[in-house]
């Protein structure tokens, strides 16, 4: 039987060993991922992103790309298991605060309740990640959840690792099935979340997370970019352009 107390642990441990390794890549235009260079049908690991084993995970990495409604986007499934991705950024917080993201959630995992340790499963959600040494006790993540009942805007720390803090961006089932654009200020929740001003973080993480409630869960995640308030227009004009280019791979 797992420990959930170590499964946490090992997620923060290997995102933080792996990702203090020098980056050589800069996002372009801060646009982390637009699933544009991947092609559709290809399965596991997208090219780009790292796996991260958890200790009791079993991941399977069901996840694809896919076209849905016009969008390039990683399709994730989960079944009893946890899967984790994670991507090296590199990032100004105060020049590009806000996270901006779309996603489709398909299906809650049945009896998830991330308040308690012994069901804390979620749909797919993004992490950003800050990882330091030694990433048990100071890497610092924040998860932006879609939850089936706690509120939006509510924040919950992480029952497994008390350096992981939530915050439910979105809730409930009604919207279940329709893309969904968010947009986070990660500057101001991470000072809401530790108290602090943040570095730059270093990663961003995709999750999907069944194993605590033996359920299944599916969600697709489309684009994901970094924007500053002032020019955060410009930029959803460039993504909004961008859907409709489809490169020959």
């Not at 990882?131 to 509120?151: E, H, K, N």
Request: charged residues 25%.
């Amino acid at each position: 039987m797992k420990s959930p107390r170590r499964g946490r642990g090992a997620l923060v441990v290997a995102l933080a060993a792996a990702l203090l390794m020098p980056s050589t890549s800069v996002a372009e235009l801060n646009a982390v991922e637009d699933w544009s260079q991947h092609a559709v049908g290809s399965k596991g690991v997208p090219s780009g992103w790292r796996p991260y084993e958890t200790f009791g995970g079993r991941p399977a990495y069901d996840f694809s790309v896919v076209n849905d409604e016009g969008r390039r986007a990683l399709h994730l499934k989960s079944r009893d298991e946890h899967s984790t991705i994670a991507k090296e950024i590199r990032v100004s917080l105060r020049a590009t605060p806000v996270l901006e993201w779309s996603w489709k959630v398909v299906q809650h995992p049945a009896g998830a309740d991330i308040r308690k340790r012994e069901t804390s499963d979620l749909t797919g959600h993004v992490f950003v990640v800050w990882p330091r040494f030694p990433g048990p006790l100071r890497t610092r993540l924040i998860g932006y959840a879609w939850d089936a009942s706690l509120p939006a805007g509510s924040m919950e720390r992480s029952r497994k690792a008390g350096n992981v803090m939530f915050v439910i961006v979105r809730s409930g089932t009604q919207e279940l099935g329709r893309w969904v654009t968010e947009r986070r200020n990660v500057y101001e929740d991470y000072r809401r979340a530790f108290g602090e001003d943040p570095e730059d973080p270093r990663a961003v993480a995709i999750s999907i997370d069944t194993n605590d409630t033996h359920s299944t869960a599916e969600a697709l995640v489309g684009r994901i970019a970094f924007t500053s308030g002032a020019t955060g227009a410009a930029l959803r004009r460039y993504l909004f352009a961008s859907q409709f280019f489809t490169p020959c791979i």
